[in-house]
C-alpha cells in the first residue's frame, strides 16, 4: 500500500527546486523519505534530469563544496532536483543561471517506447489494410479497432484504478490489441474480442506489473484464453466472402487444417503468397507480413536473428520431415507461409518483453519457438501450434537469459584466465 | 544508430561548430587561476609555496606524489592562496590560487636539460625522457590524470606496440582534432619520443576519418608508405574498440605526445591544454588554449558568454563529463571540452524514465559484454550480492547502454551506485576521485 502510494507521486509532487540551506523545515520530511529503500519507483519527473531517488550515501556526488560555500549544495540532499542556483558569481555574461546536475551520459536516443510502439502499428498496417479493404472486408477493421480501444481503455481502466502511473499512452496496449485481432477469425464476435483484451491486459500484463514484466506475450496469451470457445476460434471464414459487414459465418478449411491432415492446401502458392486464403484476421497475406518485417528491421525495431532461427528451424524440419509423402519443397513452402507462422516470427516472438536480451539468447528462443512449431502442428490435436510454442517459449526467457548470461561471464573469466 | 554486433554507438556528431575553427589562445586571460595540487584525497602534495610568493609562468608550485603528477604555474604572479577549492570533478582539492599579473613571465630556464630543436630523439635516452616527462609534471590527458612517467617507466620493456590515440569519439568535442590539425609537427615529433622512450622502432596513430583536415596535416609530414608512424583511420564510434587496453600495448594521447615535445624542445611544463567550448548555449563555440586552472566562468566568457540558457554544463565529453554546478571549479589537464547545453540540446536526456521494455539494446552496445538492464534491476531492488556475481566492476561507465535506452532509464546512475555500494565505505573515496572529466 505504502509503495503504491510512492508509485503513485512517482516522484511529482517532490518540491523541484533545490532546498536553499535555510528551508531546512521544508526540506526535512522529504530527507526523511529519501532515506527510504531504493527501489522506489525511479518515475522521475517531468523535465527533470536527476535520476531516481537513492539512499543518501550512494549519491553520485554526495561530496558537497567543502571550502566554497558560494552555491549551496546541501550535504542532505544527494541528488539536486531541477535547479541550483548560482548565487554569487563574479564574471559577466549573465552567469547566474540554474544549472542542472546529472550523471553522464549527457546525450540519449531519440527514441521512446512511444516510438518503437508506434513503429509496430505502422509495419501492422499493410496487412491490416488489406484484410480490410480486400480479404475480410470492413469488419477486419471493426475487429481490429475494438480490440485496440479495448486493450487501452483496460489499460487505463486499471491504471487508473490501482493509481498507477497512466501507461496507455504509450501504445504498447495498442499494439496487443492490433496483434490479438489479427490472430482472430474475422467472423468473431465483439464479446469475445473484448474478453481476450481484458485477459490479456488485465491479467498477463497488468497483474505482472505492466509494461516490461508480463513473461506472456499478451495478445498470445489472449488468443489461447479464447480457446476456451472453441466454436468461435475454428470459425474462419473465407476470403471475398464478405457483403458490406457481414461475412459469410459459413468456416472455410484453412490451409492449415489440410497440412495438418498431412496433404497439400488448395491454395496455390502464389494465393498462399498474396493471402488469398482462410484464416485468421492479420495472418493470411505472407507478402504484406514480410513487408511489415521488412519496415522493422530498417528501422532496427526489432533484430533479424528471433526471425531468421525461427523460420530456419521451421524450414529445416519441413523438409527434413515432410508429411504425407509431399514433396520436401512444396511441404516446406506451404509450412512456412501457412497459419500464423510469419505474424508470430515477426511480430510476436519478437516482443521485447517476453524474449531474452542476449545475442545468442535470441538464437537459442528462435531455434526453440521454431522446433516447438513443427512438433505441435505435426503431433497436437489442432491444426495451428505457433501460438503455443512462442508461449512456451516466453516461460523460457528469462531462464535462457540468466544462462547465456552465465556462459558469457564464463568464458569471459577464461579468457582472462588465459591472459 | 549503432552497430550490429560489436557494441558501441554512433552518435550524431556535433562537431560542425568547432570542428574547423583552428585552436587560439585567449583573448582575455584569466585573471586568477586555481591549481589543484593534489586529486583530492589522495596523499596531498607539499606545497612549495605560500601566500604572496611571486611565481613566474612553468614554475614549479608542488612536487609530484605517487599517482599524481608534479603541478606548475600557468601564469605568472602572485600566490593569492593556497587553499581546497571546488574542483570541476567534485568535491575539493588543495589548490593554490595564483592572481596574475598579466605579462606570463616565464621561468628562467626549466628545471631539465633542453634539448636543441634540431636533436633527433635518439639523442635522448629513453629513462631521461621519463625523466623529462615527470619533471614538467606531464599527465596521460585521457581522463584519468595518471602522471606519463609513471606510465612509461611501467611500459619500458614490455610494450612491444605504441599506438597513440588521437580519436575522439564523443559528440562536439574537437580538442584533439585541432591539436593535430594545428600542430601536427609537434604531434608527431611527439610520437617519435614516446618510441624513443620505449625503444620501439614504429608506432600507430589512431585517428578519425571524420577528423579530416587532421589528417591532411599529419599526411604531410609523413611518407606515403613505410615511414616509422603509420596512420591509422577509424570510423567514428563510440567508444573507440582500438583504445581499449591490450596487454602489451602501450597506449598515450596525442595531447601527451605533443607535451612531451613541448617539454624536450621548448623547455615547457605542463601549463596549457586546448579545451573545446561548444553547445549551443555559448555564443562562440571555439577551440581555446587555457592556461590549466583557468575558472569555468572565464571559459565561458571567452566564449561570447550565454546565448540561450544552459540547461547542463558539463566539463568533458557530453558521453563521460560531468555535470557542473560552481562555474568557479578550474580546468584541469585532463579536460576536453566544456559543453554549455541547452534544453534542446539535452531534450531527449531529460525525459523521465519509464518502465524497462527489456529490449536489450543495452545488451547490444555493451562493450564490455554486461547486461545493464538486469544491473540496474538489482541496483533499483536492492540486491547488492547479484552485481558482483554480474562483474559490475567490469563497467567502464562510457554511458553507451544509457545513451541508446528507449526507457531512458539512467544506467550509467544506476551502475555507479552499486559499484560504490559494493566498494564500500573504505573504497568509496578512491571512487570519488577516480572519475574525471
Known sequence: ?419 | MFSIFSGGIRPAQRKKATGQLPFRPMEQPPAQVVLPLAGAGTASAVPLVVPGDRVRAGQKLADAVPGQAAVHASVSGTVAAVEPRQQIRGGAALSAVIDSDGTNTPVASPAWRRVDKDASPASLRPGELADIAAQAGLTAMDGTGRPLSQLLRDAMGKADALLIDGTESEPYVTSRRRLMADRPEAVLGGVRLLMQALSLPRATLALEGSQYDAVAALRSYLPLRGGDIELRLLRSRYPQPLTFHQEGRALFTVCSAAALWDAVYRGQALTHRIITVAGSAVARPANLLVPIGTPVSDLIREAGGWKEEPVRLVAGGPMTGKAQFDLTAPVTGETRALLALSAADLYPSIRPESPCLRCGRCVEVCPAGLAPLFLHLYVRSGQWEALEREQISACTECGACAYVCPAHLRLVHSIRVGKRRLSGAAGRREADHEEEA
Not at chain 1, 125 to 141: H, I, N, Q, V
Open chain 1, 1 to 419: 500500500m505504502k509503495k503504491k502510494r510512492k508509485n503513485r507521486s512517482g516522484g511529482q509532487q517532490r518540491p523541484q527546486h533545490a532546498p536553499q540551506a535555510k528551508q531546512n523545515e521544508t526540506f526535512q520530511p522529504q530527507a526523511a523519505e529519501q532515506i527510504s529503500p531504493v527501489e522506489k519507483q525511479p518515475s522521475g519527473l517531468a523535465g527533470q534530469p536527476a535520476p531516481a531517488p537513492l539512499p543518501r550515501d550512494e549519491a553520485p556526488r554526495a561530496e558537497a563544496p567543502q571550502v566554497n560555500p558560494a552555491p549551496v549544495q546541501p550535504q542532505t540532499a544527494p541528488l539536486l532536483p531541477k535547479a541550483e542556483k548560482q548565487p554569487k558569481l563574479s564574471s559577466s555574461a549573465g552567469l547566474g543561471t540554474p544549472l542542472t546536475l546529472a550523471s553522464a551520459p549527457h546525450l540519449t536516443t531519440r527514441d521512446t517506447t512511444r516510438t518503437l510502439m508506434l513503429d509496430v502499428l505502422i509495419a501492422l498496417m499493410p496487412a491490416l489494410l488489406f484484410s480490410g479493404c480486400y480479404f475480410f472486408g470492413p469488419r477486419a477493421f471493426l475487429v481490429s479497432l475494438v480490440s485496440a480501444a479495448g486493450c487501452v481503455g483496460f489499460e487505463a481502466l486499471f491504471c487508473l484504478l490501482t493509481r498507477r502511473r497512466q501507461t496507455a499512452g504509450d501504445l504498447s496496449a495498442a499494439v496487443t490489441g492490433v496483434l490479438l485481432a489479427f490472430t482472430l477469425p474475422a467472423g468473431v464476435p465483439y464479446w469475445a474480442v473484448l474478453l481476450g483484451d481484458f485477459f490479456a491486459i488485465v491479467v498477463v500484463k497488468q497483474l505482472f506489473g505492466g509494461l516490461g514484466k508480463n513473461f506472456l506475450n499478451p495478445a498470445l496469451a489472449g488468443r489461447a484464453f479464447l480457446f476456451s470457445f472453441p466454436a468461435v476460434m475454428t470459425a474462419f471464414p473465407a476470403v471475398r466472402s464478405w457483403e458490406g459487414l457481414s461475412i459469410d459465418a459459413q468456416s472455410a478449411a484453412t490451409p492449415m487444417a489440410a497440412l495438418h491432415a498431412g496433404s497439400l492446401p488448395s491454395a496455390s502458392l502464389l494465393e498462399m503468397f498474396t493471402g488469398v486464403r482462410s484464416g485468421a484476421l492479420g495472418e493470411v497475406s505472407a507478402a504484406l507480413l514480410l513487408l511489415g518485417g521488412l519496415y522493422l528491421l530498417v528501422r532496427r525495431v526489432i533484430k533479424l536473428r528471433i526471425p531468421l532461427s525461427f523460420l530456419g528451424t521451421v524450414a529445416v524440419l519441413s523438409w527434413c520431415f515432410p508429411q504425407g509423402g509431399n514433396s520436401s519443397l512444396d511441404w516446406t513452402l506451404y509450412s512456412l507461409m501457412g497459419g500464423g507462422l510469419l505474424l508470430a516470427a515477426l511480430f510476436m516472438a519478437t516482443d521485447f518483453t517476453t524474449s531474452p536480451v542476449t545475442f545468442w539468447g535470441q538464437v537459442v528462443y528462435g531455434v526453440g519457438c521454431g522446433a516447438l512449431t513443427v512438433f505441435l502442428r505435426t503431433f497436437g490435436s489442432y491444426p495451428e501450434g505457433v501460438g503455443f510454442a512462442v508461449l512456451m517459449m516466453n516461460l523460457l526467457a528469462w531462464l535462457i537469459d540468466r544462462a547465456s548470461l552465465a556462459l558469457r561471464r564464463a568464458w569471459r573469466q577464461r579468457k582472462e584466465a588465459r591472459a
